[in-house]
């Protein structure tokens, strides 16, 4: 039988329920730990992106959830090991109140050989306090290109995706600032979490507040 929904989501109550979604799980997940978020108050942009220093060393994965099973790897030092594997994540942040801020831009998320998944996020920036800030948001136009998804590490699927692109998904990021603040001053090298999910087909998801974040997060 179907698995309807997101049932992590549900069990949390994190999240309200989800409008015109197919019954069936999510065809791809992607996380990667240890980006490099940086915030230009002038500008107002957000950005995270795959690091190789001595201070943050990304590491993740891309993984088709839809059969056949399998998983493009970045491990730690991708960046230098491939000459086209990368991570970007950048978005204009607009801020609500001390707590609460939007933001919107768009994602990608490129293989070893250059080939790119890639869509529009938008979402919401929540923050308890001490400089710790959620995001959890929605994932619109999502494409991906090429026959197949290479991991600059090891590891490659069958790019064609069971529905048709572009897809619908959901993501969550976490990072926390040390010394506080809340998009209130510059910041760079802050380490951020990014993950996502593809659904099968279009579909329309809120979610609210930052316990999506758990709810959310993929085994790994």
């Known amino acids: 039988m179907a698995d309807c929904g997101i049932r992590g989501l549900a069990g949390l109550g994190a999240v309200s ?8 799980g999510p065809v791809l997940s992607f996380g990667f730990t240890d980006l490099a978020g940086s915030f230009d108050t002038g500008s107002a942009v957000f ?24 998983t493009a790897n970045y491990d730690v030092g991708f960046l230098s090991r491939s000459a086209n594997a990368n991570v970007v994540l950048e978005m ?7 707590m609460t801020a939007t933001g919107t831009g768009a994602f990608s998320i490129t293989d070893d050989d250059g080939d790119v998944l890639s869509g529009q996020i938008t979402g919401t920036f929540n923050t308890p306090g001490a400089g710790i800030t959620f995001f959890a948001g929605l994932l ?29 998904g959901a993501s ?46 993929r085994r790994r």
């Open 92 to 98: 204009v942040v607009s801020i609500l109140d001390p």
């Open 17 to 24: 329920v989800l409008t015109g979604w197919a019954c069936a």
């Open 140 to 168: 619109s136009e999502v494409s991906i290109t090429g026959d197949s998804f290479d991991g600059p590490d090891g590891g490659s699927f069958v790019a064609d995706l069971p529905g048709r692109q572009p897809y619908d």
């Open 172 to 217: 969550v990021s976490l990072f926390i600032l040390s010394g506080g603040g809340f998009f209130n001053r510059d910041f760079e090298n802050v380490s951020v979490q990014f993950d996502g999910q593809l659904l099968p087909s279009p579909g329309s998801i809120v979610l609210l507040g930052a316990g999506s974040l758990i709810a959310l997060h």
């Open 47 to 70: 950005r995270a992106v795959a690091s190789d220093t001595e201070e943050l060393g990304t590491s993740g994965d891309v993984t088709r959830l839809a059969p056949t099973q399998a």
